[in-house]
């Protein structure tokens, strides 16, 4: 019984079919290339045959995700035929149409990307309601993929984690990727068993020296295949070329900023040395000794002359040597004080020479009091003994000491006296 209801109502839904509106589109994928010319075939079938005072409507729209329909033209039959074409199709699009015939193609030149949509023909005819008064299809252009970019993410290093990309600007259909791996004698090898290649992304995982060779990836489409390549060489830790450069840059600076002030406290400690020696000369001291050269002997018969000549006669040019060393002092100091800034003695303190004054007068004191100590520490009778000393001391002592200091000037010292216990001289033949 329900099987008889459900054929009884299929019956019902065709016959009522039967005379209404058919729109129809042959394909439900159309397929272009890019700059091609595309024809959208569209047939309809009235339910009556089309009267001459009667309206018809044909309009093409574009469709896309997510976005309103947009209008690409509309055809009026009747009571005047006429096209209306939107402005962003204005010359581009244009209609093959005769409605006694039951035709109304889309045409559409210079296909580009922005063409890959879906479309849909819609007819409507006065007194034709039911049915079905519209018809959709789906038109792809298809460009072929550009060449792709590769890239390296991640650092190359033993036990690393990277990633190579690869990516086409365009294509259409989108492209698909595949990396393929090769060796120093291009010859392809098999990739790590934990490496993953997902939508042109190649993931390598603790990667090692084995890691490194040559990858090539490639972006194909139904139209065509284009590739890229690049090198991977996986290095040390130790051997990253940008951090040893750094170091050694950084060592070299500190270095040379060493040197650099090595030499200015060198420089500044000299500079302040000789400002010293320039400021206080050169203060040689000033000894009488006889001058480095041969003394002439000379009989003891000039011994009449007195000594203090022929000292002065010896120390006449160490003499005229310290006096002019002593003027060339004073030159150098006269030539310090002009230098000396003119406020020197404004900047000393104004009770410098009373704190000196008092300083010196305190000092003084203290001497005499350990003078006067000295004097009463002294044993009483120190005067008797000098007394006594010198009253023991031989009367022909000072000129003796006379006579020595002028053998001494004379540079011929005499023999002391021969002894009355030394034998005579005896004379050999």
């Given amino acids: 019984m329900e099987k008889r209801i459900s054929s009884l109502t299929l019956l019902c839904l065709v016959l009522s079919g039967v005379g209404a509106i058919q729109v129809t589109i042959p394909k439900t994928l159309f ?6 010319n595309m024809i959208l075939p569209c047939s309809f079938t009235p339910k009556n045959p089309i009267g001459p005072k009667q309206i018809v409507v044909i309009s093409w729209s574009a469709l896309s995700p997510d976005v309103d329909p947009q209008s690409i033209l509309t055809y009026y039959y009747n009571p005047d035929p006429s096209l209306d074409i939107d402005s962003g ?4 699009a244009s209609l093959d149409v005769n409605v006694l015939e039951g035709k109304a193609n889309l045409k559409l030149l210079s296909l580009t990307l922005a063409d890959n949509k879906t479309y849909e023909c819609h007819v409507q005819i006065q007194g034709d309601s ?35 990309s690869c990516a086409s600007a365009e294509g259409s259909p989108a492209p698909t990727y595949k990396w393929d791996r090769r060796n120093v004698q291009n010859i392809s090898v098999p990739q790590d068993p934990k490496t993953t290649d997902k939508g042109g992304i190649l993931s390598l995982y603790n990667i090692t020296k084995d890691t490194s060779g040559y990858y090539i990836c490639t972006s ?15 290095m040390p830790p130790s051997m990253k070329i940008g951090s040893t450069a750094g170091i050694i840059g950084g060592v070299v600076a500190v270095l040379i900023l060493l040197v650099i002030i090595i030499l200015c406290c060198c420089c500044r400690k000299k500079k302040k040395n000789n400002n010293e020696d320039y400021a206080m000369g050169d203060h040689e001291e000033y000894t009488d000794k006889q001058v480095d050269r041969p003394v002439e002997s000379q009989p003891l018969e000039d011994s009449n002359v007195k000594s203090t000549d022929r000292f002065e006669e010896r120390s006449e040019p ?10 060339d002092y004073d030159d150098r100091r006269s030539d310090y004080d002009d230098r000396r800034p003119r406020d020197y003695d404004d900047r000393r303190p104004r009770d410098y020479d009373d704190r000196r ?16 100590d000295y004097d009463d520490r002294r044993p009483r009778d120190y005067d008797d003994r000098r007394s006594d000393y010198d009253d023991r001391r031989p009367r022909d002592y000072d000129d003796r000491r006379y006579q020595d200091r002028r053998r001494d000037d004379a540079g011929d010292r005499e023999r002391p006296p021969v002894p009355n216990s030394k034998p005579p001289r005896r004379d050999y033949d």
């Fill in 318 to 327: 160490g003499r005229r040597d310290y006096d002019d060393r002593r003027s």
């Fill in 31 to 36: 397929e272009f290339a890019r700059g091609d």
């Fill in 220 to 234: 194909a489409n139904k139209i065509r295949s284009a590739t890229c390549n690049l090198t991977l060489s996986v």
């Fill in 357 to 372: 004054s008092r300083d010196y007068d305190d000092r003084r004191s203290d001497y005499d009091d350990r003078r006067s």
């Fill in 89 to 92: 199709y204005e010359g581009r």
């Fill in 130 to 164: 039911t049915g079905k008064p519209v018809a959709i299809t789906r038109v792809m252009v298809l460009v072929a993929p550009s060449p792709p970019i590769c890239k390296i993410q991640g650092t190359a290093e033993y036990g690393q984690d990277i990633t190579l």
